[in-house]
């Protein structure tokens, strides 16, 4: 039944406030894949989305605020498959596997999204830390919770602390986005394809679950 699953992240944008702001959205969003960065500026934005550079501030207040919506905007969508995948009559450990894979795809579709989160919880103001914690890292850790305790009660999992888990698989899959500059400067490496993203799919199913799965007599 897990093969019946559609486990790639479906491209949504979910609506925002009115029309302008959606295009302010979806233009940092492409440009930020296009350079591979999330330093664009006001002007670089509002000449992709072909609105005044002046209306950040009336939809979004400054820059950081819209960053902020374009990191909810994209995070909403991850939470729902979440809920989605956590309600599914599978095995928790086909859940395990495909939340993995999920993670990975997520970070794979959305590139800039791991340094949005780098920068507004560590760069940016405490208002917006606190709201990324809140619409990503609480509804994430509380998935992890869930899924773990139901594995543990199936006889799936051996028992597992969520915030360990969240910090191990959470920490890997961005460390391949974030950290590949410098493994690229060191090993060679090149940049995130989507074979790299099997490949690493595969790998951290085989690295988590033989650490966590009980194992029969």
């Known amino acids: 039944m897990a093969s019946q699953l559609n486990t790639s992240m479906p491209v949504r944008h979910p609506s925002a406030k009115n029309s302008t702001a959606e295009k302010l959205l979806v233009a940092a969003s492409e440009l930020m894949i296009e350079r591979s960065s999330i330093e664009v500026s006001l002007s670089d934005i509002a000449q992709k989305s072909g609105v ?15 960053l902020l ?18 309600a599914q009559p599978i095995q928790p450990t086909a859940k395990l596997k495909l939340h993995i ?11 800039y ?27 994430l850790l509380d998935f992890h919770r869930r899924l773990l305790a139901e594995g543990t009660r199936a006889g799936e999992f051996r028992a597992i602390d969520p915030v360990l888990f969240y910090t191990s698989l959470i920490g890997a899959c961005d460390h391949l986005f974030f950290g590949r500059h410098a493994m ?16 690493y799919i595969k790998h951290m199913e085989a690295l988590i679950c033989g650490g966590m799965l009980r194992r029969s007599e």
């Open 69 to 86: 919506a374009l990191l909810a905007r994209d995070a909403a969508t991850e939470v729902e498959n979440l809920e989605y995948l956590l």
């Open 52 to 66: 005044n550079a002046a209306l950040v501030k009336y939809h979004f207040g400054n820059k950081d605020g819209l």
């Open 101 to 111: 894979a999920g993670i990975i795809r997520a970070y794979h579709q959305f590139p």
């Open 113 to 139: 999204m791991n340094r949005l989160i780098h920068y507004l919880l560590h760069e940016s103001s405490a208002e917006a830390a606190d709201e990324v914690s809140k619409f990503f890292v609480a509804p």
């Open 184 to 199: 690229s400067r060191a090993s060679g490496v090149g940049p995130v394809t989507d074979e790299v993203c099997r490949q």
